[in-house]
């Protein structure tokens, strides 16, 4: 049932079937200028050709794909956590980040990143697990 359809899913093709498949109007095989000069009682000229294909991407560099990205939490200060999606949701037509994970990844990337530039000669550290790191009190606290 369309009604109990995932937000993002594809649409019910039973559904679809009952509604019906209008083809594609004359306005919207028409060029804007054309949908213009068509309103206005004048002729529209013939529609534009269909665009040529781009060409093949070139590969991507040398890492692999990643895998999907799996959630990650942490603990942090609801003052800090307000900041956050502040400055997230005031620089978005800025930064173009399209969600908020991808803000904080950036951010994390970004710290990393330093990290290994003052520590590690700029080299990436071997990747650790998640539970390889000690849980609980820190020690020499």
Do not use: C
């Amino acid at each position: 049932m369309a009604e109990n359809r995932r937000r993002g899913s594809a649409p019910d093709k039973e559904a679809l079937a009952a509604l019906g498949t209008p083809g594609t109007s004359r306005l919207r095989k028409a060029a804007a200028s054309d949908v213009v000069t068509e309103l206005a009682g004048q002729a529209a000229a013939a529609p534009a050709p269909a665009p040529v294909e781009p060409a093949a991407k070139p590969a991507k560099a040398d890492r692999p794909a990643k895998a999907a990205p799996k959630k990650t939490s942490f603990y942090q200060q609801e003052e800090d956590a307000d900041r956050m999606r502040a400055a997230y949701l005031n620089t978005q037509m800025h930064t173009r980040y399209r969600s908020l994970s991808e803000f904080i990844n950036a951010a994390i990337d970004e710290k990393v990143s330093a990290l290994e530039q003052t520590y590690n000669g700029g080299q990436e550290w071997p990747p650790l697990a998640a539970r390889e790191i000690p849980q609980g009190k820190p020690l020499g606290s």
